[in-house]
């Protein structure tokens, strides 16, 4: 295979342009706008109904690309499941990320639950962001289908105006309705028809790729449930995860308990002491103030003469 395989990024837009243009050369969008109901076919209707078959092919293309990955994945997943050993953790697929990941949470001893939750997570965001322009292409049709209804009745419009003389002859009014408008509207309106079409087409194409694909990540998912439930600290649920924690932090709270009881305790005894040391001032200072009082009273004394 060449090195622009048909998975490149420019292989489907080339192959749609080149597929439309020569059904274009070889009269198919005429056929296909007739079998619409249109009576004739433009060159605005034809040009408009190419490039909406080219980005039709496209569309189909590119999302095509990814049914060799959802078959890949599920070869993968069902091999994991018969036997995990047997995916290597380096590999490219679901499973291998996933048991790679599995490994090293186990590891180093963190959640591995979460670990996966998030890694499915990213895979589903990285498979929306891997259809974001198919999903454009698929808008895209209706878009060119207006555009081209729009076009047809502009050429209608002028074709009309043309056809119609100064003198306003009811018979060429009516002929040029008949030649002129009548067939120009079931051209404009055929190829909406047309876009409307193969836009269903495409997006039940991409509604199928999308469901496989999501039914991929989840059967990779189920393969480790089973691992992740017997992880130690896994069967009795959070709880028992939060019960270490929720002991520790009961002894500290007991300990806190114990430590404000003593405090209490020492304050009432210090209290007490401090009640029987003011009582103990008060006395102290109840004597000093009789003891001033009795040297401030006037003394008399008595002289004793000894034989």
Same mark, same amino acid.
């Given at each position: 295979?060449?090195?622009?395989?048909?998975?490149?990024?420019?292989?489907?837009?080339?192959?749609?342009?080149?597929?439309?243009?020569?059904?274009?050369?070889?009269?198919?969008?005429?056929?296909?706008?007739?079998?619409?109901?249109?009576?004739?076919?433009?060159?605005?209707?034809?040009?408009?109904?190419?490039?909406?078959?080219?980005?039709?092919?496209?569309?189909?293309?590119?999302?095509?690309?990814?049914?060799?990955?959802?078959?890949?994945?599920?070869?993968?997943?069902?091999?994991?499941?018969?036997?995990?050993?047997?995916?290597?953790?380096?590999?490219?697929?679901?499973?291998?990320?996933? &048991?790679?990941?599995?490994? =090293?949470? /186990?590891?180093?001893?963190?959640?591995? +639950?979460?670990? #996966? *939750?998030?890694?499915?997570? !990213?895979?589903?965001?990285?498979?929306?962001?891997?259809?974001?322009?198919?999903?454009?292409?698929?808008?895209?049709?209706?878009?060119?289908?207006?555009?081209?209804?729009?076009?047809?009745?502009?050429?209608?419009?002028?074709?009309?105006?043309?056809?119609?003389?100064?003198?306003?002859?009811?018979?060429?009014?009516?002929?040029?309705?008949?030649?002129?408008?009548?067939?120009?509207?079931?051209?404009?309106?055929?190829?909406?028809?047309?876009?409307?079409?193969?836009?269903?087409?495409?997006?039940?194409?991409?509604? &199928?790729?999308?469901?496989? =694909?999501? /039914?991929?990540?989840?059967?990779?998912? +189920?393969?480790? #449930? *089973?691992?992740?439930?017997? !992880?130690?600290?896994?069967?009795?649920?959070?709880?028992?995860?939060?019960?270490?924690?929720?002991?520790?932090?009961?002894?500290?709270?007991?300990?806190?308990?114990?430590?404000?009881?003593?405090?209490?305790?020492?304050?009432?005894?210090?209290?007490?002491?401090?009640?029987?040391?003011?009582?103990?001032?008060?006395?102290?200072?109840?004597?000093?103030?009789?003891?001033?009082?009795?040297?401030?009273?006037?003394?008399?004394?008595?002289?004793?003469?000894?034989?």
């Amino acid at each position: 295979m060449s090195r622009i395989g048909w998975r490149h990024s420019v292989f489907a837009p080339v192959v749609a342009l080149v597929v439309s243009a020569l059904l274009l050369v070889a009269g198919v969008v005429e056929t296909v706008l007739q079998a619409v109901g249109a009576t004739t076919a433009p060159a605005a209707a034809e040009f408009v109904v190419t490039i909406i078959i080219a980005v039709f092919l496209t569309a189909v293309l590119r999302i095509a690309r990814a049914v060799p990955d959802i078959r890949r994945e599920n070869e993968a997943t069902a091999r994991a499941v018969a036997n995990v050993q047997a995916v290597k953790p380096g590999g490219d697929t679901l499973v291998a990320r996933r &048991l790679k990941l599995f490994k =090293e949470s /186990a590891e180093a001893g963190s959640d591995a +639950e979460a670990v #996966l *939750s998030a890694r499915s997570a !990213l895979d589903d965001s990285e498979m929306a962001n891997r259809h974001h322009l198919d999903h454009a292409l698929i808008w895209a049709l209706p878009v060119f289908g207006f555009i081209g209804t729009a076009l047809t009745m502009a050429a209608m419009v002028t074709s009309f105006g043309d056809a119609l003389d100064s003198q306003g002859d009811p018979s060429v009014l009516m002929t040029a309705l008949r030649e002129h408008v009548l067939p120009e509207l079931a051209s404009a309106f055929g190829v909406t028809l047309i876009a409307l079409l193969l836009s269903v087409l495409a997006f039940f194409e991409m509604s &199928l790729v999308e469901r496989a =694909e999501r /039914a991929g990540v989840v059967a990779a998912d +189920e393969v480790f #449930l *089973s691992y992740i439930a017997r !992880l130690p600290g896994k069967q009795a649920g959070p709880a028992a995860q939060a019960s270490p924690a929720l002991q520790g932090l009961s002894q500290e709270l007991a300990r806190s308990r114990a430590e404000t009881e003593a405090l209490a305790k020492g304050m009432a005894r210090s209290r007490g002491e401090t009640e029987a040391l003011v009582k103990g001032l008060d006395a102290l200072r109840i004597a000093v103030e009789r003891l001033s009082a009795a040297e401030t009273r006037p003394q008399k004394y008595t002289l004793v003469r000894e034989p």
